[in-house]
């Protein structure tokens, strides 16, 4: 949400009769095997199979991981900024890529020191 405040998050929920209608048209324009009807078009399913498909079949790149942790990482340092906490004391350290052992588990490190 490129830096969007929390309050301007809680203002982009979707409602939820809202819900199926947007997860509908994502489905549509999702470009993977869907099941057709006899008129070959893609056939109407239930939300929770449109989401199983859809999160079996999403693809996510290391450079949007990238993007997502940094993101992650300024919004918690403006909400620290906002707290009037001197930006000269908020420092961002590096996103960490996920390792190559298959053993990782989504996760947040804040990490505070004196100095």
Known sequence: MNGATA??????????QDYPVLLKAVYKRADFPKLRNLMGLAKDI??????????ANLSVTESAIQALAEQRGLAVRDYLASLKLPMARLFLGAAKAVPEDGKWQPRAELNLATH
């Open 7 to 16: 309050d301007q998050a809680q203002a982009l929920a979707v409602s939820e």
């Open 46 to 55: 239930s939300v929770p199979e449109m989401e199983g498909l859809l999160l």
